[in-house]
């Protein structure tokens, strides 16, 4: 299998969703971001990098960001959960089920 | 009126897809798998880019277009090795120790338990010590040994045993650790499952629903239940921290049982993974009426049925998939059965074969999945190296029907087994769409926009607790 990334990604998501035509973007990929914390568990090089990066190590890390990759935190799970149960009815709604993600984020729920 | 100047780009060196949905469009760009909700207006200066064609000279296009070379659209991508490793060492191996079984279900695509071979230990043991001394050749510090195939693993208990101690004392020897896993009916006596729970980190179980489904489609070989056993085991598992997935096949018969079997599982067990597959027919599922008049109205049935299924494993917190559903991957090959790191699955006679379920080296497809054998003579394993070129150099790039799909880096052609193409000297001579096509495009579909958006969500959440931060 081959795992990918989004180079410098959540700073050009952020550019991609203030253009003109763009509801919402996001990666696909389970990656989770927790600021402050190293999303790597690997933790071979100890650089305690976040996982944009991967590590900064990156192309000498071990796992190459597989480890997080394949061990998205519980809460995503849940989050993923209250996608699943939204309905995708049409394009213009998604944005208001992504508000509604967002508010599910603010009560952790696991 | 104020005439804009023209921006001409560079073509794009990677798949970039909008995809209608609803009264929008999805732009997908698989490599580094991105997913946006985009209108008409936007969707057209990609399609624009994609073409080659020029696109006007504003803010936002040249935004645009700096987010696109971020993320490598642009990008010279690297030239693929030429050719495969002169040596082909696993450190991986999948055993079908035997084609016996205590049930006798009804879509089985091995018929087991009709005809009884096991493999003999002679052919287990070489295959064990080919994966522990490529391990070690490797400066690996651990293998992995997987029971599947043509029965359930662990039908000939001893045999079963044998391998797994077998496998232990190999790995002890050498300094190295052995995982097992496994796919199994859930049919132990309680000193098996103990045994089990020792070994087995992880096991998946093949259980289709609630009683009345799980009774029908797969009986024991008398005739009589298998619910209770296979639910007491699970229940067992639980108690012994042992994880476990659910596999669960469904008929036109259980499309409506999907729900109900996760309430169920909500109810009763704390699994919460449940992995739903449309009954393939091949083997007893030819032989059996399993009341599918139409190929293509079964899998709208299961569509619909599984959306469902993923809204209620979403309110219960079990993660719900489908094979076909693959939004985080990416990737040129659907499993092992093609590609660089083709499986190692030795079957009952010593047959080595990529795919678990193409054992026939005469079959068309078995011509080009079946790379090896067990010699007696020799004593080890040989292999066919120009099969394995053909393996190697098999992808989703190789079939042509799937050009064109959005979802081919994630789907990779399909299951090889179920996939609808023709193949003759190792080449694919004619492939055309099967009927899981659409299944896979439509929940692949739903799937990245829940995680596009899902994620997000959770990236403008980090920018409010970074501003917060500050």
Redesign the interface.
């Known amino acids: 299998?081959?795992?990918?990334?989004?180079?410098?990604g959540?700073q050009?998501?952020?550019?991609?969703?203030?253009?003109?035509?763009?509801?919402?973007?996001?990666?696909?990929?389970?990656?989770?971001?927790t600021?402050g914390v190293s999303s790597c568990t690997c933790q071979n090089c100890s650089c305690n990098a976040r996982i944009d990066d991967f590590c900064g190590c990156h192309p000498n890390c071990v796992c190459q960001g597989k480890t997080a990759l394949d061990r998205p935190e519980d809460w995503?799970?849940?989050?993923?959960?209250?996608?699943?149960?939204l309905p995708?009815?049409?394009?213009?709604t998604?944005?208001g089920?992504?508000?509604k993600?967002?508010e599910?984020?603010?009560k952790p729920s696991k | 009126m104020a005439q804009h100047h023209l921006i001409h780009s560079q073509p794009f060196t990677t798949d970039v897809f909008t995809i209608p949905y609803k009264d929008g469009y999805i732009l997908h760009i698989p490599e580094p798998g991105l997913v946006a909700g985009v209108d008409a207006h936007f969707c057209g200066i990609i399609e624009d880019l994609k073409q080659n064609r020029p696109i006007e000279d504003t803010a936002n296009n040249r935004e645009l277009l700096t987010v696109l070379e971020t993320l490598q659209v642009f990008a010279p991508k690297p030239v693929p090795a030429a050719e495969p490793p002169a040596e082909y060492r696993p450190t991986d191996v999948t055993l079908s120790l035997t084609s016996r079984c205590h049930l006798r279900c009804v879509y089985c695509y091995a018929r087991a338990g009709d005809k009884i071979q096991d493999m003999p230990t002679e052919i287990i043991d070489a295959a064990l010590y080919f994966v522990a001394d490529n391990t070690v050749w490797h400066e690996r510090n651990s293998f992995i040994v997987g029971f599947h195939g043509e029965g359930e693993p662990t039908a000939n208990w001893p045999l079963f045993r044998h391998a797994i101690e077998q496998a232990k004392r190999l790995a002890r020897e050498r300094g190295l650790e052995v995982t097992f896993t496994m796919s199994s009916n859930g049919i132990w006596s309680p000193a098996q499952r103990e045994y089990l729970a020792d070994c087995f980190a992880n096991i998946s179980l093949s259980f289709d629903g609630p009683s009345e489904i799980q009774d029908a489609q797969r009986p024991m070989a008398s005739g009589a239940p298998s619910f209770p056993t296979v639910f007491e085991n699970l229940q067992f598992l639980e108690s012994k921290g042992v994880d476990y997935g659910i596999r669960a096949t469904v008929l036109p018969t259980g499309l409506d049982s999907m729900v109900p079997f996760l309430n169920l599982i909500s109810e009763e067990l704390e699994c919460n993974y449940v992995h739903f597959e449309p009954v393939f027919f091949t083997g007893r599922g030819i032989d059996h009426d399993l009341g599918v008049a139409s190929t293509d109205a079964f899998y709208q049935g299961f569509l619909d049925a599984y959306q469902k299924a993923v809204t209620r494993g979403g309110e219960l917190g079990i993660s719900v998939t489908y094979s076909g559903c693959r939004a985080t991957h990416f990737s040129t090959n659907f499993c092992g059965s093609t590609g660089p790191d083709p499986n190692f699955f030795v079957s009952t006679s010593g047959i080595v074969s990529s795919c678990f379920e193409i054992i026939d080296p005469t079959s068309a497809k078995g011509q080009f999945t079946v790379y090896g054998r067990y010699d007696p003579g020799a004593r080890r394993f040989v292999f066919d190296h120009e099969k394995l070129e053909q393996l190697w150099r098999f992808g989703v790039d190789s079939i042509a029907h799937c050009k064109d799909c959005f979802a081919r880096w994630n789907c990779s052609g399909d299951c090889f087994a179920r996939s609808d193409i023709s193949l003759e000297n190792g080449a694919i001579v004619a492939s055309q769409e099967s009927p899981r096509c659409q299944a896979n495009r439509e929940t692949t579909l739903q799937e990245l926009v829940r995680r596009g958006l899902v994620m997000d969500a959770l990236s403008r959440s980090d920018q409010v607790s970074a501003i917060t931060d500050e």
Do not use: C, Y
């Not at chain 1, 050009?12 to 696909?28: D, H, N, S, T």
């Not at chain 1, 995503?76 to 149960?85: H, I, K, R, S, Y």
């Not at chain 1, 995708?88 to 213009?92: G, H, T, V």
């Open positions: 299998m081959t795992e990918s990334k989004l180079p410098e959540q050009i998501l952020a550019i991609l969703r203030r253009l003109e035509g763009v509801q919402f973007a996001g990666q696909a990929f389970p990656i989770v971001q600021p995503m799970n849940a989050l993923l959960g209250v996608a699943a149960a995708l009815e049409d394009i213009r998604l944005v089920m992504r508000d993600l967002q599910a984020l603010e």
